[in-house]
């Protein structure tokens, strides 16, 4: 269960041990760990500026379950598609302890399946996709240790000072699945490029200069978009250094992982461009979150009137993105106590309320 992981040029060695701890028996792996550690850190953010966004976190939770579940399930679906080697059964299919999670898989269905989430539960759909990008840094940065700890996810042979090396990479190197860079001269024996330290190493920086951009975003969108313009060109030179690629078409070469950031980075650098000329000079508007509460009363009030739950008119309140969070709490919440005494009044009385929807 521990690998001694070398980096001859720096003079280092460690003794790394797969198992973080044990409970009952059974083995809970660092993998396991770091993945949870950044999704809860990702959640953890997204919470504390949910509001900043027009998003209410009571509604977000149910999102986030959603998004989390089919997101790792989507990323395990993704690699045993792309898997080059076949499985026993489908137990074997379902277990991850031993890693076998393509990022990729998992930002699809955590989108796809998030973004279905927020029609369920009445939130943003863009504003949402521009917090889960910044989140979506989080995770990845930690949870690429998880790849470490493992001895996985690496590239090709380097000179470079901290190449890295230990058994398990030498041991894969000699094995049959190897992903050849082309141009490249495998030797088992020799340093690798941590390409998963380049990838932590190249989300945190994503998520330091997004989270400085945060309040100076034009539209709502912006944030998802340079997302995916900085992950894929990053994704896209560090996947090109990787031994262990999933193919799209092994005939080849042609790797999964680099088609699609190359995708997401001439569709993300149009789409930006566009948009950005569309919203030139406008100060981003961000609609203030309903609570869960008051939309509770909303649709107690739909059903006392006989009507659909959206002729319930709320008001709009509207603040800049640039303002303070703390700003954006203050008139959040006293935002929501004048939507909670309107639809209070109408379950009331029955009155229709329009007078106070349109004020």
């Known amino acids: 269960m521990s690998n001694l992981v070398t980096f001859p040029g720096l003079g280092l060695s460690f003794e790394v041990n797969r198992v973080a701890f044990t409970i009952g028996g059974i083995n809970i792996y660092w993998y396991g760990v770091l993945i949870a550690l950044g999704i809860v850190l990702a959640i953890l953010f997204a919470f504390r500026h949910c509001t900043e966004f027009g998003i209410d976190g009571d509604g977000l939770t149910d999102v986030v379950v959603v998004g989390v579940i089919m997101g790792i399930l989507s990323a395990r679906a993704y690699y045993v598609a792309m898997a080059p080697f076949s499985y026993d059964s489908i137990w074997d299919m379902l277990s991850i302890r031993d890693g076998g999670l393509a990022i990729y898989g998992g930002i699809i269905g955590a989108v796809v399946f998030g973004s279905l989430g927020c029609k369920w539960r009445r939130l943003p759909v863009l504003p949402v996709l521009d917090l889960t990008g910044i989140c979506f840094l989080i995770g990845q940065c930690i949870g690429r240790w998880g790849n470490f700890v493992n001895q996985e996810a690496f590239g090709c042979n380097t000179t470079l000072p901290w190449g890295m090396y230990s058994a398990a990479t030498e041991a894969y190197l000699r094995g049959s699945n190897v992903t050849v860079p082309a ?177």
Not at 190 to 202: G, K, N
Not at 255 to 269: E, F, I, P
Not at 319 to 348: D, G, H, I, S
């Open 183 to 359: 141009g490249a001269v495998i030797d088992p024996t020799m340093p690798v490029h941590p390409t998963f330290l380049y990838e932590s190493l190249w989300c945190l920086v994503g998520f330091v200069l997004l989270r400085l951009y945060m309040k100076y975003r034009r539209f709502n969108g912006d944030m998802a978009l340079l997302y995916a313009i900085w992950y894929g060109a990053g994704r896209f030179w560090i996947e090109g250094l990787r031994t262990d690629s999933l193919l799209l078409v092994p005939s080849l070469g042609l790797r999964a992982s680099q088609l699609l950031a190359a995708v997401a980075v001439v569709g993300g650098l149009i789409a930006e461009v566009i948009l950005s000329r569309r919203y030139r000079n406008q100060a981003l508007m961000v609609h203030l979150a309903v609570t869960a509460d008051n939309r509770k009363l909303q649709r107690q009030v739909a059903k006392k009137e006989g009507i659909a739950m959206d002729a319930v008119a709320l008001p709009v309140e509207e603040a800049y993105a640039a303002l303070p969070r703390r700003e954006f709490l203050t008139r959040t919440a006293a935002y929501n106590v004048r939507v909670k005494e309107m639809l209070e009044a109408r379950l009331q009385d029955g009155a229709p309320g329009q007078e106070e929807a349109e004020n």
